[in-house]
């Protein structure tokens, strides 16, 4: 994740827990997560208009579900920990499920981890005590609105729900018309909800070989991009300079050219522009982030290569003439 405030990039990363990287340039040693230790992170949030809170979900180094060691919250942008006082029904299993910070940083909504059947479930102080959310006929992952308060989102088996009746407790079904369910897809992107950290209800949804779709009303009425025709994983980055359009970076096929890769788009998908080429692949990432403040800076989750990031090239200038 790339929060508005704070450090620049925090991972998640299997069996080594994760990290704070406040320099790109060095291992982040000191930025490591403890209190509590994780093992392998499951999720990663923060709040859209208060981005100093962050959460995370965790298979834990010392399991303990009272404090939870399956989550824990941060006020400084995760300087520092604490566990959740308790852990919502179920989520002490797998990876810990996911969790989501509404955008004031009020509550929390935590989707069990994988093994459980339960529904997301709410919590208003912190974590002390959790209740489960209603509404939704399966165990689909909540995910927050940046910009609206109490505001969050599910999508599963081509149905997309909202909590915008209800102040976050309440799934309804909202969308106008049925998404295809997620295609075919490589690396962990598809059907995951993807929200611009700048624009209440705007959020974009790639479905894999079912290509990728994007709403600007809070998931009742979507858009297919028709020029893409298969979406792996996207992400919203900073606008360009001078731009009042979020970027949106694509793991996936444009057409044309009908090349997987990375892309990005400044024109809300109307046009893409490669940023790797043939020779860097890397293997096909299993996810990717874009900086929320960095124009055209983008990361890929390699599932055990590490992270990439890739910037725009920037010109040297010449030398002054004598």
């Known amino acids: 994740i790339s929060p508005l405030e704070g450090a620049h990039l925090l991972s998640g990363v299997g069996d080594i827990g994760g990290f704070r990287h406040d320099?790109?340039?060095?291992?982040?040693?000191?930025?490591m997560y403890t209190k509590p230790v994780a093992t392998t992170v499951g999720s990663l949030d923060w709040a859209g208009q208060n981005p100093l809170v962050v959460a995370r979900t965790?298979?834990?180094g010392t399991v303990s579900t009272s404090p939870?060691?399956?989550?824990?919250?941060?006020?400084?942008?995760?300087?520092?920990?604490?566990?959740?006082?308790?852990?919502?029904?179920?989520?002490?299993?797998?990876?810990g499920g996911i969790v989501a910070i509404d955008a004031s940083a009020a509550m929390f909504v935590?989707?069990?981890?994988?093994?459980?059947?339960?529904?997301?479930?709410?919590?208003?102080?912190?974590?002390?005590?959790?209740?489960a959310t209603t509404g939704l006929p399966g165990r689909f992952a909540a995910i927050a609105d940046k910009v609206t308060p109490k505001m969050f989102y599910a999508f599963g088996g081509g149905n997309f729900y909202s909590t915008a009746t209800s102040g976050g407790t309440a799934f309804t079904n909202v969308n106008s018309s049925p998404?295809?369910?997620?295609?075919?897809?490589?690396?962990?992107?598809?059907?995951?909800?993807v929200m611009n950290f700048a624009k209440a209800g705007d959020i974009w949804l790639p479905l894999g070989s079912n290509g990728l779709y994007h709403s600007t009303d809070a998931g009742v009425t979507w858009t297919k991009i028709s020029n893409v025709s298969w979406a792996n994983s996207a992400a919203v980055g900073?606008?360009?300079p001078g731009s009042a359009t979020q970027t949106v970076f694509l793991y996936g096929t444009p057409s044309p050219p009908a090349v997987i890769g990375i892309y990005r788009s400044d024109d809300n998908g109307a046009t893409w522009v490669r940023?790797?080429?043939?020779?860097?692949?890397?293997?096909?990432?299993?996810?990717?982030?874009?900086d929320s403040r960095v124009f055209g800076r983008v990361f890929l989750g390699m599932n055990g290569r590490g992270i990439v990031y890739g910037e725009i090239a920037r010109r040297t200038p010449p030398p002054p003439r004598r």
């Open 23 to 31: 320099d790109f340039t060095v291992s982040p040693v000191g930025g």
């Open 58 to 60: 965790q298979s834990p």
């Open 68 to 95: 939870c060691n399956y989550g824990a919250y941060s006020s400084d942008g995760g300087t520092t920990w604490a566990p959740f006082p308790s852990c919502a029904t179920g989520a002490n299993s797998g990876n």
């Open 110 to 131: 935590w989707t069990p981890g994988s093994g459980s059947s339960n529904r997301p479930q709410y919590s208003t102080d912190n974590g002390a005590s959790w209740t």
């Open 179 to 193: 998404l295809p369910s997620s295609g075919s897809c490589n690396g962990s992107g598809c059907g995951a909800i």
């Open 238 to 240: 900073a606008a360009a």
């Open 275 to 290: 940023i790797n080429d043939d020779m860097h692949q890397y293997g096909g990432p299993t996810l990717i982030a874009a």
